[in-house]
């Protein structure tokens, strides 16, 4: 069973910069795709960004322009560098992985306050 495990988060004040990595153990990770998604106090767990086996990427509106996803397929890790960090921005992170619907990591958590 493939396992992925988030790392990076932290208090961070707005304006500033994170970068979360998550790496996946196993060797089936450079065939697929990798998704971040965040899930706020209350709310529903949505999609931030995600990255095709061949580098493609999508990204939320919200998110735009502020954060970059990238991956490793070396390293078996996908990256998110978060820029211009908003208060808006505050939730848990969780990696996802593409290979299997339960394929989620254990979250890591992402403060923005002054």
């Known amino acids: 069973q493939v396992q992925l495990v988030e790392s990076g988060g932290g208090l961070v004040q707005p304006g500033g910069s994170l970068r979360l990595s998550c790496v996946a153990s196993?060797?089936?990770?450079?065939?697929?795709?990798m998704g971040w998604y965040r899930q706020a106090l209350g709310k529903q767990r949505e999609l931030v960004a995600n990255i095709t086996p061949g580098r493609s990427t999508n990204y939320a509106d919200s998110v735009k322009g502020r954060f970059t996803i990238s991956r490793d397929n070396v390293k078996n890790t996908v990256y998110l560098q978060m820029n211009s960090l908003k208060p808006e921005d505050t939730a848990v992170y969780y990696c996802k992985g593409g290979w299997d619907s339960r394929a989620w990591g254990q979250g890591t958590q992402v403060t923005v306050s002054s």
């Open positions: 196993g060797s089936i990770f450079s065939r697929y795709a």
